[in-house]
Nanobody, 123 residues
Framework: QVQLVESGGGSVQAGGSLRVSCTAG??????MGWFRQAPGKEREGVAA?????????YYADSVKGRFTISRDNAKNTLYLQMNSLKYEDTAMYYC?????????????????WGQGTQVTVSS
């Protein structure tokens, strides 16, 4: 059974940093990503990383230059380092995984999801 487990969320002041992690157990996926959903808003793609094709990385425009996605294949763990956090980054952050989603930043293309971890940024 596929189980993605996130950790590392929390509360921080604007301008601060947080790192969230996601472990995928024994399942190896070609693509893993981070998504977020704020109350009343649609889930949106934040960042994604693949292991094929030389390891491509995708970022939403809103987080480019501030967030960094990485993957430790030996630990089968995905990370999202979030710097210069803004109030509008406040959301539930979800880890997702799949084999070759059509669009790596589109949540509908992923079948496997974690339970989410809350990130709250105070202004």
């Amino acid at each position: 059974q596929v189980q993605l487990v996130e950790s590392g969320g929390g509360s921080v002041q604007a301008g601060g940093s947080l790192r969230v992690s996601c472990t995928a157990g024994r399942f190896i996926f070609s693509t893993m990503g981070w998504f977020r959903q704020a109350p009343g808003k649609e889930r949106e793609g934040v960042a994604a990383i693949t292991t094929d094709g030389g390891g491509r990385i995708y970022y939403a425009d809103s987080v480019k230059g501030r967030f960094t996605i990485s993957r430790d294949n030996a630990k089968n763990t995905l990370y999202l380092q979030m710097n210069s956090l803004k109030y509008e980054d406040t959301a539930m952050y979800y880890c997702a995984a799949d084999w070759r989603p059509l669009s790596p930043l589109t949540y509908r293309d992923y079948h496997y999801w974690g339970q989410g971890t809350q990130v709250t940024v105070s202004s």
